[in-house]
């Protein structure tokens, strides 16, 4: 019997916060035949790890369109939905919770585009539930969980072939991770890797017995696209505006935490970025303030496509800040680690970020 495409969910992250269930899924196509292994977390944390290369159909993409069911704990549905993805099969999904709903318990998927008239069953989904008061980590991963290299093209070839096991991992930022992991902070990895890394990047944190990390990765294809794409060619170097993008977009889903931890690095952009955000929670700032400032520093240069997003999420959260101080009568708490790129003991920062600046601690990873 030949072998048959099929879709099937790359990641499929459902949040439930205090007033919005809210989505982040991709799909794709494979072969599939007899002899298909299913295995559970534990059984894969053993097996051998994928490398990023054996992943790079990913590169392709398509529409798919999904059938969304919430269940009660008793399996009764609350709500039925469907929704297109883009061109590249990605899904972001918000869902506002009606008052008369009970507590959503599961979430039933079905695929309906892929072979029209037949509902295809992807199976059941717990939402991760966001309660108050509400504690979010958000690690980079490239030289702040593990020391990759991408300077060569030895690097790069490197990177593509070879399981992340086979870099040195950071023991000091998995251990401050893990650490606020245990103190039940709801774990998310951005990462500026392509989005084909991602069976890669969750082999390792299986094997770091990491299990429940969110992941952001960098979309690349689009940057080839000319209608869709929110990234342009020179976001493949530049991080500052993918980074804070999908701060961003993890707040809009989890809502505004009462306590956020940033992890990163010395080696790029990582401390502007976060302290840049802190600087907008913290403070009194507009968006077009913050907007106008942040296009002054190398790390974000935006067209005017992007300009339009991005200011637009600024005065979401900033939405969301004046509901969240409503309830509040603190400022969301802050903490922000940057490992070391050498023994430096202080950062240069633009005059701007000072205001925010002692609330990042500099740390040797070794």
């Known amino acids: 019997m030949g072998l048959s495409k099929r879709p099937y969910i790359i990641h499929f992250w459902p949040i439930m916060s205090e007033s919005l269930l809210s989505i982040k899924a991709s799909l794709a196509l494979k072969r599939e035949g007899p002899g298909t292994i ?63 709903w009970p507590t959503i318990k599961f979430l039933e998927l079905y695929e309906l585009l892929s072979h029209p008239g037949v509902e295809l069953h992807l199976g059941y989904f717990l939402p991760m539930e966001i309660t108050r008061p509400s504690k979010i980590i958000i690690s980079d991963f490239d030289k702040t969980l593990v020391d990759t290299r991408h300077h060569t093209g030895r690097d790069v070839f490197d990177a ?6 086979y870099f040195p991992t950071v023991p000091k930022s998995i251990s401050i991770y893990k650490e606020f992991i245990e103190k039940k902070y709801h774990p998310f990895i951005l990462s500026a890797s392509p989005h084909f890394f991602e069976n890669s990047i969750r082999d390792w944190l299986y094997q770091n017995k990491i299990y429940t990390a ?3 990765l960098k979309d690349y294809r689009h940057v080839l696209s000319l209608f869709e794409g929110q990234l342009r060619p020179k976001d493949l170097k530049i991080q500052g505006l993918y980074k804070l993008n999908h701060l961003l977009d993890i707040l809009a889903m989890t809502g505004i935490p009462d306590e956020l931890v940033l992890m ?4 790029e952009s990582d401390a502007l970025i976060y302290l840049t955000l802190a600087l907008f929670l913290s403070t009194p700032i507009e968006p077009w303030k913050l907007w106008h400032l942040i296009q002054t520093l190398e790390s974000f240069k935006l067209s005017k496509r992007q300009d339009t997003i991005f200011l ?28 070391k790129k050498g023994s430096e003991t202080s950062l240069e920062l633009p005059s701007f970020l000072q205001e925010v600046a002692p609330i990042l601690t500099l740390y040797d990873g070794r």
């Open 160 to 165: 593509l072939t070879r399981p992340l096991q």
């Open 38 to 100: 299913t295995a559970s977390i534990e059984e894969m944390a053993l097996l051998a790890p994928s490398n990023p290369l054996q992943n790079i159909r990913l590169l392709a993409g398509r529409a798919f369109q999904l059938k969304i069911i919430g269940l009660d704990e008793n399996h009764q549905k609350i709500f039925e939905k469907i929704f297109d993805s883009d061109s590249f099969g990605n899904f972001a999904i918000k869902i506002p919770k009606e008052k008369s």
């Open 264 to 267: 990163g690095d010395n080696f």
């Open 214 to 216: 969110v992941l952001f």
């Open 312 to 339: 637009s999420k600024l005065f979401q959260l900033k939405n969301a800040l004046k509901n969240f101080s409503i309830n509040s009568t603190n400022v969301p708490k802050i903490s922000i680690f940057i490992r």
